[in-house]
C-alpha cells in the first residue's frame, strides 16, 4: 500500500512562509503534536523523538513556553483538562489550546480572545474524538450544533484573509489502549474508529459549507498505517511532518506564493531569523513526499487492523459518497477543499500589534 505523497517542506521555507504570522491550532493530543513539530521546524530541520511525543503540559517545549494549566494546573484525563502553549519569537508566533470539545464556554472564551485581541492569520483546528466518546453516547446532533456554532461565530470574528482549516481525525486502530480510553468509555473502544469517520463527514460538510478549507487526514493517511503508533490513536514523527507539509503547502497556495528554493540562501538551519517570502504568482502542485532529514527517533509500530485489499479499506470509507458524490470525490483526491480565491498576504501586517499583545 502506498504512501501519503506531499511536498517536504523544510526549516527554511517554513521560516519564511511563516515570517510575522500568528499560527494557532486548536484540538486533542494529536494537534497538540501538530503544534510542537510546527514550533520545531521553525527552529531546525529535524524530528520530535518520543518523550517530546508522549510528554503533555511541560513547562516549556523547544524554547514554548507553557501559559496556562498542564503542569501549572491538574494533570488529568478528564474534560476539564486545560493547556495553552505558546511558541514566540521576534517574528513567529505560534499558540496551542488543548479543546476536548469543539464548542463550549471554554471555547467562547478562545474566541473572545480572537476578537478582542491579537486575531489569527492561520487556525488550525480539530475536535472529534473527546466529542463523540465523552459526554454523550448519543453524539450526533449535539455534534453538529456544536460545530455549527463554533464555525459561525469563528467566522464572525476573524477577517476575511484568515486561512481556516479543519484537520479530518486520523484513522483509529481497532484495538484502542492507553490514556485516552479511560474505564468509563472501554466499552466503546471497537466502535470509536466508525463513530470517527460518521463523525468526519459532519465537520468536513459543516467546514465546507462555511467556506474553510478541509484536510482529509482520514483519507490521507489511510495507507500509512505502520505509522501510527500502537496505542491505535497517536502517530509517530514520521507522520506529523508529513501533517506539517501538507498544511504549509496549502498555506502557500492560499497566499499565492511559492515556497523558496531550499539552496536560495545560507545560514538558514542556525536558527536565524530568515527575510519574508516574496509575493509569487502559486505554482505549488502535490508532488512525491520525500523524507527530509535522516530520522533517527524510535522505529514505526506496525498496527495493521487486517484490511485484505484497498477496494475493501475504500468501500467502507466512502460509504458517503451517495450522499454527495462531488463533494467526497473533491476531498478524497485533491486532499484540500478551496472554497475561495487567493487570501492577502502581508508579511508586516501584524507586526506592531503582535508587540504589544497582552499577556502572551
Avoid at 51 to 76: A, V, Y
Avoid at 194 to 218: R, S
Avoid at 219 to 231: A, E, T, V, W, Y
Wanted: aromatic share 12%; hydrophobic share 35%.
Amino acid at each position: 500500500m502506498g504512501e501519503t505523497t506531499t511536498r517536504n517542506v523544510t526549516h527554511y521555507q517554513a521560516s519564511q512562509l511563516l515570517h510575522n504570522k500568528f499560527v494557532v491550532v486548536l484540538g486533542d493530543s494529536i494537534q497538540r503534536s501538530v503544534y510542537k513539530d510546527l514550533v520545531l521546524l521553525l527552529q531546525r530541520d529535524s524530528y520530535l523523538n518520543i518523550s517530546q511525543l508522549k510528554s503533555k503540559g511541560e513547562l516549556s517545549f523547544e524554547h514554548d513556553c507553557l501559559i496556562e494549566g498542564g503542569r501549572q494546573g491538574q494533570m488529568t484525563n478528564g474534560t476539564e483538562y486545560r493547556e495553552v502553549r505558546q511558541y514566540r519569537t521576534d517574528h513567529h508566533l505560534v499558540r496551542f489550546y488543548f479543546i476536548t470539545r469543539v464548542f463550549s464556554r471554554y471555547m467562547q472564551s478562545i474566541l473572545a480572545d480572537f476578537k478582542h485581541d491579537l486575531k489569527p492569520d492561520v487556525v488550525i483546528v480539530n475536535s472529534c474524538l473527546w466529542d463523540v466518546s465523552r459526554y454523550s453516547r448519543k453524539w450526533v446532533s449535539e455534534y453538529k450544533e456544536n460545530l455549527h456554532q463554533f464555525f459561525a461565530q469563528l467566522k464572525a470574528i476573524l477577517p476575511a484573509e484568515s486561512l481556516v482549516m479543519w484537520n479530518m481525525t486520523m484513522p483509529l486502530g481497532k484495538n484502542i489502549i492507553g490514556g485516552f480510553l479511560v474505564p468509563e468509555i472501554e466499552f466503546m473502544g471497537p466502535m470509536l474508529r466508525f463513530d470517527v469517520i460518521e463523525a468526519n463527514f459532519y465537520g468536513a460538510k459543516l467546514a465546507n459549507a462555511y467556506g474553510l478549507d478541509v484536510l482529509d487526514l482520514h483519507f490521507q493517511f489511510r495507507f500509512s498505517l505502520h505509522h501510527r503508533m500502537k496505542d491505535g490513536v497517536h502517530w509517530n514523527a514520521v507522520a506529523h511532518r508529513q501533517i506539517t507539509c501538507l498544511v504549509l503547502a496549502h498555506a502557500a497556495q492560499a497566499w499565492g506564493v511559492e515556497l523558496p528554493s531550499n539552496t536560495s540562501t545560507a545560514g538558514t538551519h542556525d536558527g536565524s531569523v530568515c527575510a519574508p517570502l516574496n509575493m509569487k504568482p502559486s505554482t505549488f502542485s502535490h508532488t512525491a513526499w520525500q523524507y527530509g532529514p535522516q530520522y533517527d527517533g524510535y522505529k514505526p509500530v506496525f498496527y495493521e487492523d487486517g484490511f485484505d485489499s484497498i477496494s475493501q479499506l475504500s468501500a467502507g470509507y466512502l460509504s458517503f459518497v451517495n450522499n454527495d458524490r462531488n463533494t467526497t470525490h473533491n476531498a478524497n483526491n485533491f486532499v484540500m477543499k478551496q472554497k475561495h480565491p487567493k487570501r492577502q498576504y502581508k508579511p508586516y501586517a501584524r507586526l506592531q500589534q503582535r508587540h504589544h499583545h497582552k499577556n502572551y
